[in-house]
């Protein structure tokens, strides 16, 4: 098992994720992404950051593989991967866990580290390196 016991409860695409806490940098407000040629639906476009530019991925979409709402949300949750820092995009940030989850069970996904129970709530984890190819390929298709 992933120790994924440590992790930040996000919401996506109606759907409650955990991101591991040792990827996750800051959590910022979303200003309006600069739109760039992509081949995935997920990747809205690039961000400033302070004094530079990140890509803004939606996270359901980038899990999910579809299309992200049309309008853009408030929330990112900026991680880093590999060498890269990357801003997903979230609709709300829930908590911070670092004690009380209980494993439940296995990936349900291919990109997932499994599954936690967090109070009453399920969450599923991101596994960080899963994460890092997925995020890694939109970065070679931008």
Known sequence: MIA?????????AGERYGIGLGVVREVVDVPAPRAVP??????RGVMPLRERFLSLVHLGALLGGGAPPATVGDTAVVVEVGDTA????????LE???????????APAAWAAGVW???????TVVDPEALAERLTAIEERA
Do not use: N, S, Y
């Open 4 to 12: 994924a016991d440590r992790f930040l409860v996000v919401r996506a």
């Open 38 to 43: 992509a081949r995935t639906l997920a990747l």
């Open 86 to 93: 990357v801003a997903l995009e979230v609709d709300e940030v």
């Open 96 to 106: 911070v866990v670092e004690q009380g989850a209980t494993f439940v069970g296995g």
């Open 117 to 123: 129970r967090v109070g009453t709530e399920l969450v």
